[in-house]
């Protein structure tokens, strides 16, 4: 193709890429192939000597679309230089000192204090441009709105949504980010509130004191009480060993990131340096770069889900990457599957997004796309291509579908649902074609058809009576467990929890809860609240029939001495049956327990004090105390 031509499509392509990743949260292609096609450019624009004048490697930004108020920065925030070679550190810091941080995966926000108190908050926009999002900002979990400093300061930092925090959205938002730049930029301060965002501080703009060097600054922010973004100071020598421990590390790391961030840390020097058109010269970005591996494509398998969304998911010759093998990626939705032109046999190249999740960098063969279903793999029903915004996904639009239907009551027997062993999805599906379920309750009536089920291929007079065994079991569950196993939009274990404890552990007052009602709880939002009202109004009878069969475990706090700790637990139990019934006693002392070790960790419990464990490591650079069960239960049993 014409080496121009190439050019003006790059641009455009870039620049729509652009827009609706920065305006509208969709990513139209991969992070890797923006890089990869902003490195095209780049060498295109350095052989012809041309630079078209819409070219996104001059502009910093897009315009802003929304409805809340724009702000003008006083000082432009420009975009980072960015590199993936380490070498290019070495060289850009020469004999001077450098700071390391990670680049977090959030939305930039830049903070102003007057007389100690926060009077606004914009967020970064384009770049010239941003959104005032002031009364959004108050609500952020750890963001102090009033220091003691009665100078006016500036600050920027990166508002953010840990990936622990955002494990209840994770069924209806796609990644940490989208959903922490939609929570910040929400019209009602209301809704932002409930989503558990958090800033971290990175950068001193403007203040009265005359920092000397940028860790300085940083851990003047830390006294104000910010949580500031952790450095590291390196210079050349140990820049890679440096870059090459952060790396295992952040693997573990609960904030998303895309890198790090290395810039001088004498700030006078820094000054100095001034920026080009488009990058500041004190700073440079450094960008993991991605282990990637070819593979051969053997299939597209569609997935219905609960919902009737059809996901296609690509499947492919097992590799290794970054330590583990891989053999599928979600492809996500139909654009992608369309642009990647994807087809079997295909040669694709692999690669893991922020070093964990599989995806599809290219395909290298393009010999696709494959043909879509043209009705739904599990129940042959009709199916439909919805547009949303700029992406295709599939439907389908069979209200009866089993798979709808599987994947239903597949979650309704999961473990941290109503814990049914032994009722295997593959059984569940014999059971569905067979007729002997048709919704919920009948799981507790399978009993009808004992002499059936025994007389099945794989099932004797011993398993049989295993499964009755382990359904009768699931009569007697706590509360919370139920109303997360109907499998209502968004309503995850924690959200199951703060409704119980809301409503007083009473199931006839959560069936009847208004909208209102349910929004008074910190941790319920609009959506949540809808979903819930209009499940109990449409499903009555299969919960009246549900609770014919199911009693509930009085799940009362008993004590108030745990109250605002906050616990991991990890390895070998033996004092408590299982990390389940260790959990279920530190909430009844009003406790809390979460997956992943952070900041907010006040104790890691493992009988193995002295194990190298993640856990345990990260444990100890929080400086988290490690407790075995009997410390634990002498410290609060008391
Ligand atoms: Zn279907």
Request: with cysteine; net charge negative.
């Given at each position: 193709m014409d080496k121009l031509k190439r050019m003006a499509e790059l641009v455009d392509l870039l620049e729509k890429a652009n827009y609706s990743y920065e305006q509208k949260n969709e990513e139209l292609i991969s992070n890797f192939e923006y890089d990869k096609l902003y490195d095209e450019l780049v060498n295109l624009e350095k052989e012809l000597n041309i630079i078209l004048s819409n070219s996104v490697t001059q502009k910093v930004g897009e315009q802003v679309a929304s409805s809340l108020q724009k702000v003008a920065h006083n000082l432009p925030m420009l975009s980072l230089n960015k590199t993936k070679n380490i070498d290019e550190l070495k060289n850009f810091l020469g004999d001077k000192m450098g700071l390391l941080t990670y680049k977090l995966d959030g939305l930039t926000i830049v903070l102003t204090y007057k007389n100690s108190e926060l009077v606004q908050a914009v967020t970064r926009g384009n770049g010239q441009i941003g959104e005032d999002v002031t009364l959004n900002a108050r609500t952020f979990k750890n963001l102090p709105i009033k220091i003691d400093y009665a100078k006016d300061l500036v600050i920027r930092g990166e508002a953010i949504i840990t990936y622990s925090d955002f494990e209840k959205f994770s069924d209806a938002y796609k990644n940490p980010r989208n959903f922490c730049s939609g929570s910040v930029r929400q019209l009602d301060p209301k809704v932002t509130a409930k989503r558990d965002v958090r800033l971290i501080a990175f950068a001193v703009v403007e203040s009265d004191e005359t920092f000397i060097t940028r860790s300085e600054s940083l851990d003047f922010l830390d006294k104000l009480g910010f949580s500031v973004v952790s450095y590291k100071i390196v210079d050349k020598d140990i820049v890679e060993e440096t870059i090459q421990q952060i790396s295992t590390q952040v693997k573990e790391s609960d904030c998303a990131t895309d890198g790090l961030v290395l810039s001088f840390n004498d700030l006078q020097y820094s000054k100095t340096l001034g920026a080009t058109s488009k990058f500041p010269k004190d700073s440079i970005a450094f960008k993991w770069k991605d282990e990637v591996a070819n593979t051969t494509l053997l299939d597209i398998k569609w997935n219905t889900s609960r919902t009737g969304l059809i996901n296609p998911i690509a499947i492919f010759e097992k590799v290794e990457l970054e330590g583990t093998t891989i053999e599928k990626a979600s492809v996500h939705n139909i654009s992608i599957l369309e642009n990647l032109q994807l087809g079997k046999g295909d040669t694709i190249s692999v690669y893991k997004a922020n070093m964990i999740i599989p995806q599809i960098a290219e395909n290298l063969t393009r010999t696709g796309p494959i043909n879509l279903p043209r009705t739904c793999p599990v129940c042959d029903g009709d199916v439909v291509i919805r547009q949303e915004n700029n992406t295709k996904h599939l439907y389908?639009?069979?209200?009866?579908c089993s798979a709808k239907k599987l994947e239903s009551f597949a979650h309704f027997v999961s473990r941290n649902a109503m814990?049914?062993?032994?009722?295997s999805k593959k059984t569940l599906e014999k059971f569905l074609a067979l007729g002997y379920l048709e919704e919920f309750s009948d799981i507790f009536k399978l009993e009808k058809y004992k002499n059936q089920i025994i007389a099945q291929e794989g099932f004797g007079e011993r398993s049989y009576q295993n499964l009755i065994d382990n359904i009768n079991k699931a009569r007697n569950i706590p509360l919370y467990q139920f109303i997360y196993a109907l499998g209502i939009l968004q309503v995850g274990v924690s959200t199951a929890k703060l409704i119980c404890k809301h409503f007083d552990e009473d199931i006839q007052k959560i069936c009847n809860a208004s909208i209102e009602e349910l929004i008074e709880i910190d941790g319920v939002g609009e959506v949540t609240a809808k979903a819930m009202v209009e499940f109990f109004n449409k499903y009555k009878s299969i919960i009246e029939n549900l609770l014919v069969e199911v009693k509930f475990q009085s799940y009362k706090k008993v004590s108030d001495k745990l109250t605002k700790l906050t616990f991991v637990i990890t390895g070998e139990l033996s004092h408590f049956a299982n990390r389940k019934a260790l959990q279920q006693y530190i909430e009844q002392q009003g406790g809390k327990v979460t997956a992943t070790i952070s900041k907010n960790t006040n104790y890691l419990i493992n009988?193995?004090?002295?194990?190298?464990s993640s856990k345990n490591k990260k444990a100890k650079q929080l400086e988290i105390p490690i407790l075995t069960e009997e410390m634990f239960l002498e410290m609060f049993s008391g």
């Open positions: 389908c639009i069979n209200p009866n814990n049914i062993e032994d009722l009988n193995d004090i002295n194990s190298t």
